[in-house]
Nanobody, 124 residues
């Protein structure tokens, strides 16, 4: 069965750094696209960062571009999200996800599988 497990969430002060990790399993072939979404209660789920696993190309949401960096370790079936310069507005539940194609569609309704989520809290 397909499984995604996130880790690395926690609480930091504004300006701090956290790194999230997602380990995926249950695939015969490596997923084409791995992504990170976040969602605050009452808000839409927002695409944060994406990695095309074949060539490592990345995509970022406008609100995090320049501060967050997505990467992968194919040998470990792992994708990471390094979050620098965290702001209170980044406080959210962060979800790892598998998407089709080559990250051509980066919307929640295109996600095939979700992780359980990991909470990130950023204080002022």
């Amino acid at each position: 069965q397909v499984q995604l497990v996130e880790s690395g969430g926690g609480s930091v002060q504004a300006g701090g750094t956290l790194t999230l990790s997602c380990v995926y399993s249950g695939y015969t072939y490596r997923p084409s696209c791995m992504g990170w979404f976040r969602q605050v209660s009452g808000k839409e789920r927002e695409g944060v960062a994406f990695v095309v696993t074949g060539d490592g190309k990345t995509y970022y949401g406008d609100s995090v571009r320049g501060r967050f960096t997505a990467s992968q370790d194919k040998a470990k079936n792992l994708v990471s999200l390094q979050m620098n310069g965290l702001e209170p507005e980044d406080t959210s539940m962060y979800y790892c996800a598998v998407l089709p194609d080559m990250c051509s569609a980066r919307r929640p309704d295109q996600v095939g599988y979700w992780g359980q989520g990991t909470q990130v809290n950023v204080s002022p």
